[in-house]
């Protein structure tokens, strides 16, 4: 049997430009969300529009990347593992993300004007 693996892989939009965080460790990270869509076409034979929402991250050399080439509207395949954590907001909620980590995006398409 092959081992269980957490792998991800998406192709979609940038649904913003990436943030970009750079810590004093000299470590850098970008976040974005990305837009994948589907459809179908209901039981009336009209076409419906899916569009599913993902936080996407990215460290190191890619967030650097990422930061210097990918725009809103920029069409990229992103590969990684889905990562679940928890935290508390501002006023003391406890919060629950489930992101991304990329180890590896391919630009797609032509380039995007600003």
């Known amino acids: 049997m092959e081992a269980l693996v957490n792998k991800v892989q998406l192709v979609g ?3 913003m430009n990436p ?10 990270m970008a976040k974005f969300s990305l837009a994948t869509s589907s459809s179908y076409k209901n ?3 009209e076409k419906i529009e899916d569009t599913q929402w993902h936080r996407i991250v990215v460290w ?3 967030a650097e ?4 080439y990918l ?3 920029s069409k990229v395949m992103v590969e990684g593992k889905l990562s679940n954590r928890s935290y508390e907001d501002k006023e003391g909620n406890k919060r629950f993300s489930t992101e991304i980590v990329a180890n590896n995006f391919l630009m797609l398409g032509g ?4």
């Open 13 to 15: 939009n940038l649904g």
């Open 19 to 28: 943030e970009v965080v750079n810590f004093d460790s000299g470590k850098s």
């Open 43 to 45: 039981k009336a034979g």
């Open 60 to 62: 190191g050399k890619s």
């Open 65 to 68: 990347i990422a930061e210097k």
């Open 71 to 73: 725009k809103k509207g």
């Open 111 to 114: 380039k995007v004007s600003e």
